[in-house]
């Protein structure tokens, strides 16, 4: 098979996918990933063939003032949030909500015009369409923030499915959403959003629009089984042994300073994305410094600015692989982004997840995930103090219950089939959806 993998262009969206695409690649199948001209070096790094869609092309901005489309969309968004009534009562389904509101569909919408028109320009989409075109895949595996990959799929008749990078923020939401306007009988009147911006795509090509345009034709969900949000579609699951990139192994990395490890880390998303977290890494440090532990936190210039002193026992480093640390840390401290939660999950540890409110968008979710799993806490900035945070890490490494759930969701994870074996499964789905679809066309 041909398989084209399609991500929104950050490596935080490539990661998730690439030991599938290598499991794909020794099963003798080619392989090439699809993204902005931004990512084309992270791909080839990891040892893949990159496709860059639209070389120099300003598109239009998902957020941001100036930019009315924008803004009319946010006000949709907070129109369509008032009117479904979703509150803080349910915990998870406000955190989920709100993470597609924030960030869904703001990526969605940074490869695609905000309100185009089905005869306008719509360059990302179009370059994918050629490409597709040209390489004739067969299989396409697409970010769910690239439901451009779903349309190409269905422009040139191959099979196409969703690769998840995290939680299934759009797929729970759009189903939500559904429901919702159902129960409130007109309520509701606008468009799901997601819809509104798959619609333009679709009649851009004449394609019908459907629901496998948003949820692809089966999902493959990397996330342990007790983080999968609920589906009525096939879903098809993979373990969440992550990539978390390359690099030598520092001396430091493996000698013994006689007390206890601790990963700080806020993430590669974070650093890009996110917004100013300084004040929360002031207090986690500050929690840390007096503690009999060993730190060390990958963190960057820009995020210990104003750091006026760091604790003797933090070591910091711009940047490590984290499947190089986590094996030698007796804890982690995270922001509660997947790959961080897969890749301490994967090394048996303990986790705390350390919310800050200005930049939330799975955190919540998998920080009680692990705390009813046993296999660590959560704290929030704003919420708890430095006193508080200090008292967090102490329980989590004194208390050996954390020890025993963090070694359990290591077994869960490695439980679920992998990439190798997800392989054959995409072979059997390709080979059935290739066939319905001929079937179809004659």
């Not at 935080?12 to 990512?39: I, K």
């Not at 490409?131 to 196409?160: K, N, S």
Request: aromatic share 4%; with cysteine.
């Amino acid at each position: 098979m041909r398989v084209l993998f399609t991500v929104w262009p950050a490596a935080a969206h490539l990661y998730p996918s690439v030991h599938l695409a290598w499991a794909l690649r020794a099963a003798g199948h080619e392989v090439c990933v699809a993204s902005r001209p931004t990512l084309t070096d992270t791909i080839a790094g990891v040892g893949l063939s990159a496709a860059p869609l639209v070389d120099e092309v300003e598109l239009a901005r998902s957020v941001g003032a100036g930019n009315p489309a924008s803004e009319e969309t946010l006000r949709t968004m907070d129109r369509i949030t008032e009117a479904m009534a979703i509150g803080q009562d349910d915990p998870v389904g406000f955190h989920v909500w709100r993470s597609h509101r924030d960030y869904a569909i703001p990526a969605v919408n940074d490869l695609q015009p905000i309100g185009a028109d089905p005869e306008g320009p719509q360059p990302v989409l179009d370059a994918l369409v050629a490409f597709c075109r040209d390489w004739q895949p067969d299989l396409v595996l697409w970010d769910p923030t690239t439901p451009i990959g779903a349309v190409a799929a269905r422009v040139v008749g191959a099979a196409h499915a969703r690769l998840l990078w995290g939680l299934d923020l759009i797929g729970w939401s759009t189903d939500l959403f559904a429901r919702r306007k159902r129960e409130l009988a007109g309520a509701l009147k606008d468009e799901d959003p997601i819809v509104a911006a798959v619609r333009p795509m679709a009649e851009r090509y004449g394609l019908a629009v459907e629901d496998d345009l948003f949820h692809g034709q089966w999902t493959v969900d990397p996330m342990p089984a007790g983080l999968r949000l609920p589906t009525e579609r096939r879903v098809v699951p993979m373990n969440c042994v992550p990539y978390t990139g390359s690099g030598a192994m520092p001396g430091w990395l493996h000698e013994s300073s006689g007390c206890p490890r601790v990963a700080l880390t806020l993430g590669a998303s974070m650093r890009a994305f996110g917004k100013d977290s300084k004040p929360l890494i002031a207090n986690l440090l500050d929690a840390l410094g007096a503690l009999d532990v060993e730190v060390v936190a990958t963190l960057n210039k820009a995020q210990l600015e104003g750091i006026a002193h760091l604790p003797d026992n933090v070591r910091t480093v711009d940047y490590i692989p984290l499947t190089q640390l986590l094996p030698t840390c007796s804890a982690v401290i995270h922001h509660g982004g997947a790959g961080s939660m897969s890749a301490a999950a994967v090394a048996g540890i303990p986790q705390l997840v350390a919310i800050d409110d200005d930049n939330v968008i799975e955190g919540p979710v998998v920080g009680t995930y692990l705390t009813e799993a046993g296999a660590g806490l959560m704290v929030r900035h704003g919420e708890h103090t430095v006193e508080d945070m200090r008292a967090v890490v102490s329980r989590l490494l004194d208390d050996p219950s954390f020890e025993s759930g963090a070694a359990a969701l290591r077994g869960d994870v490695l439980g679920a089939p992998t990439p190798a074996e997800v392989v054959h499964v995409l072979e059997r789905l390709t080979a059935h959806h290739r066939a319905a679809t001929r079937r179809t066309v004659n």
